[in-house]
């Protein structure tokens, strides 16, 4: 156990549903990141926050995704209009800056 | 997309040294190496990072070549709980860490 949790642990939702993901990053961490996993392929960097600030967000971050960090503490990730291409696991990183990233066990999802 | 390469797997034996090599042909002076893995189903897990000296921890040891175009991780005594994907990834140094560029890794398997 990191220190980093994740909820849920697993959600399966139907083409078209919108769905939302948690991540408590360590407390004291000021950076949390947000990447996505698809089967046989290593993590995919999607976005990460300093505090409330959100200040890099990848190309494959498309218009149906956002992510917030209201009070710099916990984020979410949502996902609208989902389609099968999203299933995969979307992992949470916590850091301080210039330290080491902790990784949550991740969120598996899966679109039907 | 990642800037290191590394073999897609190797097996070692219980007890024996596993020795994972990463090439780093595009590592900048500032880059640190860095190497996590991924046991199924988990999120990474950090194992070891370097500049330009060998490191030791312990988890690893970690060798870079003089000219830091490759590096080996070493496990030395590995156990079946080493079974996993290893990633070696190069990072920026400075108070800026940002997102970690994964690769495909090197699919580790560790047999009686």
Not at chain 1, 13 to 40: A, M
Not at chain 1, 79 to 99: F, K
Not at chain 1, 103 to 108: I, L, M, S
């Amino acid at each position: 156990d990191t220190g980093v949790s994740q909820d849920p642990r697993h959600k399966i939702t139907k083409r078209g549903q919108n769905v939302t993901f948690r991540c408590d990053p360590i407390s004291e961490h000021n950076r949390l990141y947000w990447y996505r996993q698809t089967l046989g392929q290593g993590p995919e960097f999607l976005t990460y926050f300093q505090n409330e600030a959100q200040l890099e967000k990848s190309r494959l971050l498309s218009d149906r995704f956002s992510a917030e960090r209201p009070k710099g503490s916990f984020s979410t990730l949502e996902i609208q209009r989902t389609e099968q291409g999203d299933s995969a696991m979307y992992l949470c990183a916590s850091s301080l800056v210039g330290g080491l990233q902790f990784f949550g066990p991740g969120t598996r999802l899966t679109v039907l | 997309d990642a800037k290191t390469t590394q073999p897609t797997s190797m097996d070692c034996a219980e007890g024996r040294a596993a020795n994972l090599p990463c090439n780093h042909s595009t590592i900048s002076g500032n880059e640190y190496v860095y190497w996590y893995r991924q046991i199924h189903s988990q999120g990474p897990q950090y194992i070891i990072h370097g500049l330009k000296n060998n490191e030791t921890n312990e988890m690893a040891s970690l060798i870079i070549t003089e000219d830091r175009k490759s590096s080996t991780l070493i496990l030395p005594h590995a156990t079946l709980r080493d079974t996993a994907v290893y990633y070696c990834i190069d990072l920026g140094g400075g108070t800026s860490y940002g997102k970690l560029t994964f690769g495909q890794g090197t699919i580790l398997t560790v047999h009686p």
